[in-house]
C-alpha cells in the first residue's frame, strides 16, 4: 500500500470464532487492528495477543446496532491507531426458530446486529477510507442467503448483506473504496457447535455429517475465511468489488 493510506482494520465480532481470525491474520498482514465485539474482555484479550507478537491493537466493547457505540468505537480507533482502511463487518447473531415460533425479538435482534450494525459502521468509517481514497470493506454473508430452515431472520440479513455490498461497491468505488461479501458455508466455530447442540447432536459428529455433503470432503475453519479476508483487503484486490464469494468447499447457486 503507498505510505500516504493508513494500515489500519476494523473487525466486528472480533472476539471469537471468523472474526477473531481475521482479526489475528490482517495483523500478521501488517495491519493495527481495531477488535470490536460485544464481549469487551474477549477483545481485550485478543488485542493483547496481538501486541504480544509484535503488532498494534485495541480491543473496544460495543453493541454494533447502537449509532452512537458504533461511532465512538470508530472515533476511538482512528484516535489510538490511525484512520480505518479496512472495515470487515463480521458481527452476527443467531436466533434461530421456525416462522411461527419466530417473536418479534428473534427477528428484530438478528437484523439489528447484522444489517443495521453494518449500516452503522459502514457509514462511520467510510468517510476516513474516501479522504485518503483508499479503503476495502468486506462483509460477512452466509450460504444461508439461499434459504436455511429454522433461520429465516438470519437468512434475510445474510442476504441483505449481499445487496447492501453490490451497492457500497457502487457508490464508494469512484473513491478508491472497493466491497466484497465472503458467504462461509459450514465454519466449525462456537456458533455452529451451538446449532449442534441445540439439535441435539454432538458436535463431532455433527461436522462429520457435514463434511459428507462438501466436496472438498472437510468443514471450513476459521482460518480459511481470514485468507479470503486478506486478499480481498490487499492492494492486489483492487479490481475486485461488489462480488459475493462463497467459501463453501464446492459450488453454491
Known amino acids: 500500500m503507498p505510505e500516504s493510506h493508513s494500515r489500519v482494520a476494523i473487525v466486528t465480532g472480533a472476539g471469537r470464532g471468523i472474526g477473531a481470525a481475521v482479526a489475528k491474520r490482517l495483523a500478521a498482514d501488517g495491519f493495527a487492528v481495531g477488535l470490536l465485539d460485544l464481549d469487551e ?11 504480544a507478537e509484535g503488532g498494534k491493537a485495541v480491543g473496544v466493547g460495543l453493541d454494533v446496532s447502537d449509532t452512537e457505540q458504533a461511532e465512538a468505537a ?13 472495515l470487515i463487518n463480521n458481527a452476527g447473531i443467531t436466533r434461530d426458530n421456525l416462522l411461527f ?6 427477528w428484530d435482534s438478528v ?3 447484522h444489517l443495521r450494525g453494518s449500516f ?12 485518503q481514497g483508499w479503503g476495502r470493506i468486506v462483509n460477512l454473508s452466509s ?7 429454522g433461520q429465516v431472520n438470519y437468512s434475510a440479513a ?35 457447535a451451538a446449532t449442534a447442540e441445540r439439535l441435539g447432536v454432538d458436535f463431532e459428529d455433527f461436522k462429520k455429517a457435514a463434511a459428507q455433503e462438501i466436496p472438498v470432503r472437510r468443514v471450513g475453519t476459521p482460518e480459511d475465511i481470514a485468507s479470503v479476508a486478506s486478499f480481498l483487503v490487499s492492494e492486489g484486490a483492487g479490481f475486485v468489488s461488489g462480488q459475493v464469494i ?3 468447499g464446492g459450488p453454491k447457486d
Not at 74 to 86: I, N, W
Not at 101 to 106: A, L
Not at 120 to 131: D, F, G, N, P
Not at 166 to 192: Q, S, Y
Request: a positive charge; proline letters at 3%; hydrophobic letters at 45%.
Open 41 to 51: 474482555a474477549a477483545v481485550r484479550q485478543g488485542a493483547e495477543a496481538i501486541a
Open 74 to 86: 470508530v472515533a476511538r480507533v482512528a484516535g489510538e491507531l490511525g484512520p480505518p482502511t479496512v
Open 101 to 106: 415460533k419466530m417473536t418479534d425479538q428473534d
Open 111 to 113: 437484523i439489528g446486529v
Open 120 to 131: 452503522v459502521m459502514t457509514r462511520a468509517a467510510q468517510k476516513h477510507m474516501t479522504e
Open 143 to 149: 450460504t444461508s442467503a439461499l434459504g436455511n430452515r
Open 158 to 192: 445474510k442476504a441483505g448483506l449481499q445487496g447492501f455490498t453490490k451497492t457500497l461497491a457502487i457508490e464508494l468505488g469512484k473513491f478508491g473504496v472497493t466491497a466484497n461479501a465472503i458467504a462461509p458455508g459450514f465454519i466449525a466455530t462456537d456458533m455452529t
Open 246 to 248: 462463497y467459501v463453501a
